[in-house]
């Protein structure tokens, strides 16, 4: 079969599956030509950015960072056995005190998907590994972490770059453009974008807004899976722990813009996170996201709704509350990039005033810079 025989929609699926920029725009001949440049046949996607291929790659990262071939020395004190891998060169499991759990995000049986879930489930009966302080149960975030990897893999079809600018120990501090959308997918692909990329894979911890811990139910939930209050008090005892804290610095202001102001990067408050970061010693990494805006197109802002909402929730800040034009999130192929870190100017001390504003501008203006980068870069959204 040649690329000419195709349809013009086949075509399309394919120059998408190659990232071609602009697709959307060609005629079927300059889908041909194309795809000609890239591709000696339609048969397959490269390797890179098909899901199946990209997901086996993290599953063997993942997988060898455990020695499948001894298993726990761990027993409850009704002597029940461990039965799960341990970690490489250690003679405990990652829930046992193999590593650090609250940091380091590696599947206790090695591997992602339903059938680890009776296992897990049985440690979760036994209750036999520790919560952190915080709320983190690395159990229940493992089996979401295989759920939503489908919207990572399959549905958004998340691109990552710059990854290599995580710090692989200390505290860091990721600031981040926030999406108008209806859920916090953004911090959902962020937190994956880390775990399921890095080469050492680190586990953020994101912070949310009141909604997300006055909600029942959503907010055990939430602090289970490892997200973290938006209070000053979470965010430094995780930087003092070393751990990874990723905040969006826009707040609900951003969260509940309107589609015409998709990608203008709002202001960054008065840089709390400069402060926090400086205070213990953290490299700054902003990071640029391109989708979360247009997965839930905003038409309006409503300010009745925004008063609904604090008649339920009295704590919730929001003065406006979106509406959204779909209840099902589009399948918009995301970018996400990690600039380069900025280190701390004054280590352990908190900023003058006047340079922790500039430096947060800066930080705003250099997400700003690069999500227009990549906007022109994209071509189609899909």
Same mark, same amino acid.
């Given at each position: ?76 004190? /009704?002597?029940? !056995?461990?039965? #799960?891998?341990? $970690? ?9 005190? &193999? @590593? %650090? ?13 339903? /059938?680890?879930? !009776?296992?897990? #489930?049985?440690? $979760? ?9 915080? &709320? @983190? %149960? ?34 860091? @501090? ?209």
């Amino acid at each position: 079969m040649t690329l000419s025989s195709l349809t013009k929609e086949q075509l399309l699926k394919l120059a998408r599956d190659h990232g071609i920029v602009g697709r959307s725009r060609m005629n079927k001949a300059q889908l041909v030509e194309a795809l000609s440049q890239v591709t000696s046949g339609p048969s397959e996607a490269p390797p890179e950015r098909d899901p199946t291929t990209r997901r086996e790659l993290v599953a063997a990262r993942l997988s060898s960072f455990l020695d499948q071939s001894r298993t726990c020395n761990w027993r409850s004190v /009704e002597g029940h !056995p461990c039965g #799960l891998p341990t $970690v490489k060169d250690h003679n405990r499991c990652t829930l046992h005190g &193999g @590593l %650090d759990g609250r940091d380091l995000a590696i599947p206790a049986t090695g591997t992602l998907g339903f /059938e680890t879930w !009776p296992t897990l #489930l049985r440690h $979760v009966w036994l209750a036999s590994y520790d919560i952190d302080p915080i &709320g @983190l %149960d690395p159990v229940v975030a493992e089996m979401l972490w295989h759920v939503v990897n489908y919207l990572y893999f399959e549905y958004f079809r998340v691109e990552v770059e710059g990854v290599e600018n995580i710090p692989t120990t200390g505290p860091v @501090l990721m600031a981040a453009n926030h999406g108008g959308a209806a859920l916090p997918y953004d911090a959902v692909m962020l937190t994956l974008a880390v775990v399921n990329e890095m080469p050492l894979p680190r586990r953020p911890r994101i912070m949310a807004t009141e909604f997300f811990n006055a909600a029942p139910t959503l907010s055990h939930l939430y602090r289970k899976i490892g997200g973290v209050y938006a209070a000053r008090s979470d965010a430094e005892f995780l930087l003092s722990e070393g751990q990874i804290v990723g905040v969006f610095p826009e707040g609900v202001r951003a969260f509940q813009k309107p589609f015409s102001q998709a990608y203008q990067v709002q202001r960054f408050g008065r840089g709390g996170f400069i402060t926090m970061a400086e205070r213990h010693g953290a490299p700054v990494v902003p990071v640029a996201i391109v989708g979360s805006d247009e997965v839930h197109p905003a038409m309006f802002s409503s300010t009745m709704l925004a008063r609904l909402v604090r008649m339920i929730w009295p704590s919730q800040r929001v003065e406006e509350m979106a509406v959204y034009l779909n209840l099902i999130p589009l399948p918009i192929r995301w970018r996400i990039r990690f600039l380069a870190p900025i280190q701390p100017s004054h280590s352990g001390q908190d900023p003058d005033p006047l340079e922790m504003l500039e430096r947060t501008e800066h930080v705003r203006s250099h997400i700003q810079e690069n999500l227009d980068r990549m906007l022109a870069e994209r071509g189609s959204a899909v």
